[in-house]
């Protein structure tokens, strides 16, 4: 085992999660699974790779995107919020957080504008297709891997914890 510790990035969706982890600079794992619409296979893998990553590292720290409300504008031009939708992931979270906690993870939740402008080496702009490009673009810079959006946040969730931990390690040892 390495003194440097390692981070996890958790991208999530509904129906899907993406999961990376890197120690340092190092990406050590990335994977994206698919769900379904059941809860139960989602929190059995979770469970299964938080509890794995116990075992393999030791505690990890553990990042995720805080859950949100999105606002959009309908075809008839209204601006519409997704309270249904947000509600549902914030379940997701509370799922992915109870796991992680229950097996000595520690849990950070971070708002997405947050981690992105900290990690992001390519152009971004407001639009949700452009924040997706730029993170595959930005994964392909840094680590030389083509992976999709969603493992892609995941990765640059991950990077973006490492250098919070750092940062905080070296405001620590300085003390």
């Known amino acids: ?6 981070i996890a990035g958790v991208d999530y969706a509904l129906r ?26 989602r929190v059995a893998v979770l469970t299964h790779l938080v509890m794995a ?10 990042y995720l995107e805080r859950p949100f409300v999105n606002r959009f504008t309908n075809s008839r031009g209204e601006t519409k919020q997704n ?7 914030a379940r997701v979270v509370g799922h992915i957080e109870g796991i992680a906690v229950a097996a000595g993870h520690r849990v950070t939740l971070v708002a997405p504008d947050s981690w992105r402008s900290a990690v992001m080496l390519a152009p971004i702009s407001r639009g949700r ?16 891997r083509r992976v999709g959006h969603d493992e ?24």
Do not use: C, N, Q
Request: net charge negative; proline share 3%.
């Open 129 to 144: 297709d452009d924040k997706k490009a730029a993170a595959i673009r930005t994964v392909e810079m840094v680590y030389g």
């Open 152 to 175: 892609a946040d995941a990765i640059l969730l991950a990077r973006y914890g490492a250098g919070v931990e750092k940062r905080g390690a070296m405001v620590k040892a300085a003390g």
């Open 16 to 41: 899907r999660a993406s999961v990376a982890l890197v120690r340092g600079e190092e990406l050590v794992f990335t994977m994206a699974y698919d769900f379904g619409r059941d809860v139960a296979p």
């Open 1 to 6: 085992m390495t003194d440097i510790p390692v």
């Open 53 to 62: 990553w116990r075992e393999d590292y030791g505690p990890v720290a553990v």
């Open 83 to 89: 309270i249904g939708t947000a509600l549902d992931l």
